[in-house]
Every structure is written in structure tokens, then in C-alpha cells.
């Protein structure tokens, strides 16, 4: 279980930077922060129904943003 810790910082690592490439890429596209909240809470949705591709909400809301 040595390697616990490890796994834990990886990947909240990880969410941080899908939070932040997010964040950043709404900004520029000039998308507002409630607009964004909204794309952010259907691609939850989304994944909880099971009709995403992906298991990540901002991996998935990021794709909407670039399309």
C-alpha cells in the first residue's frame, strides 16, 4: 500500500490540470463562467447516464468547447 499515496497525488493531479486546461480554454473562447458551469454539470450528467464516451466531465465539456 506504499504505492497508495502515489496513485492519490496522481491523480488529483491530474483533475487539476482537466480543471485548469477547462478553465483556461472557456475563458479564451469567450464562454462565461455560468455558461461554462452548465457545459461542466451536462457532461456529469451525461456520463452518469452513460451516453458519454469518456469518464471525464471536463475532458468531455472541453470537446464541446473545441467543436
Given at each position: ?26 475563458a ?7 455558461h ?27 470537446s464541446w468547447?473545441?467543436?
Amino acid at each position: 500500500m506504499d504505492y497508495l499515496h502515489d496513485l492519490v497525488a496522481v491523480q488529483v493531479e491530474r483533475a487539476w490540470r482537466a480543471e485548469t486546461e477547462f478553465e483556461r480554454l472557456a475563458a479564451e473562447s469567450g464562454i462565461s463562467a455560468d455558461h461554462a458551469n452548465h457545459l461542466l454539470k451536462f457532461a456529469v450528467q451525461r456520463i452518469a447516464e452513460g451516453t458519454a464516451s469518456t469518464m471525464d466531465p471536463y475532458a468531455l465539456a472541453t470537446s464541446w468547447i473545441r467543436s
